[in-house]
């Protein structure tokens, strides 16, 4: 075999070897760009109580220990284990959600399964009236369960800044706390917001703005 042949085969052997790697990149970029997000294997599960915006979850103080989800890494995740948890849609205020500064979404959650969504939650700052001091981009997709037909949503989320974390609500649960009898009013003394879909009791003076006293 004289030199000429064999360059033109190995030549030929590169560019074989070229084309069957852009093959499998192509598939490999295909089979996930049809990867489904709502599917049990797709996303990851979080059961974290803290996340919850109640009473019980509201921290001392600024120097307390706190939550964060700055190892967040851009994964698809589902909150809870019940159908009816989603991330929190108002503006929670500092030290609630297990963590300093909880992060919300500043939007309504789509309402079709078609697609996903892209959205923006917010991080606030350290001050009342600082709701939404920085943006992440997330996306959202409503899911439906195969099995028994409940709806749920999915969060595609980047990682927090350290002293944050990512809040979570209830969605079409019950009424606003201050349609309860008088009785029931005055723990705290309540405050809650009727257009929002979470009634919580709070301390007064926290974001006094973003409730209405009953």
């Given amino acids: 075999?004289?030199?000429?042949?064999?360059?033109?085969?190995?030549?030929?052997?590169?560019?074989?070897?070229?084309?069957?790697?852009?093959?499998?990149?192509?598939?490999?970029?295909?089979?996930?760009?049809?990867?489904?997000?709502?599917?049990?294997?797709?996303y990851i599960d979080l059961n974290d109580p803290w996340r919850k915006d109640i009473p019980a979850n509201v921290l001392p103080g600024l120097d307390a220990s706190f939550k964060s989800d700055y190892k967040m890494d851009g994964h698809w995740f589902r909150f809870g284990e019940s159908t009816?948890?989603?991330?929190?849609?108002?503006?929670?205020?500092?030290?609630?959600?297990?963590?300093?500064?909880?992060?919300?979404?500043?939007?309504?959650?789509?309402?079709?399964k078609t697609r996903e969504v892209q959205h923006y939650a917010c991080v606030p700052g350290?001050?009342?009236?600082?709701?939404?001091q920085e943006t992440l981009p997330i996306k959202i997709r409503l899911c439906e369960d195969p099995e028994d037909g409940e709806h749920f949503y999915v969060y595609k989320l980047p990682a927090t800044p350290f002293d944050a974390a990512?809040?979570?609500?209830?969605?079409?649960?019950?009424?606003?706390?201050?349609?309860?009898?008088?009785?029931?009013?005055?723990?705290?003394?309540?405050?809650?917001?009727?257009?929002r879909e979470l009634p919580v009791c709070l301390p007064p003076g926290i974001y006094p703005a973003t409730w209405k006293q009953y």
């Fill in 84 to 112: 009816e948890t989603k991330m929190q849609s108002r503006c929670a205020p500092l030290l609630h959600c297990g963590t300093r500064r909880p992060v919300w979404l500043n939007v309504s959650h789509p309402t079709l």
């Fill in 1 to 42: 075999m004289n030199l000429s042949v064999f360059l033109w085969l190995v030549q030929d052997v590169k560019v074989q070897v070229t084309a069957q790697q852009q093959r499998e990149f192509g598939n490999e970029k295909l089979s996930h760009s049809v990867t489904d997000p709502c599917d049990w294997d797709v």
């Fill in 166 to 195: 990512y809040c979570t609500g209830k969605w079409n649960v019950g009424t606003c706390l201050g349609t309860l009898p008088e009785g029931q009013r005055g723990l705290f003394p309540a405050l809650c917001e009727q257009r």
């Fill in 126 to 132: 350290l001050t009342r009236d600082d709701c939404c």
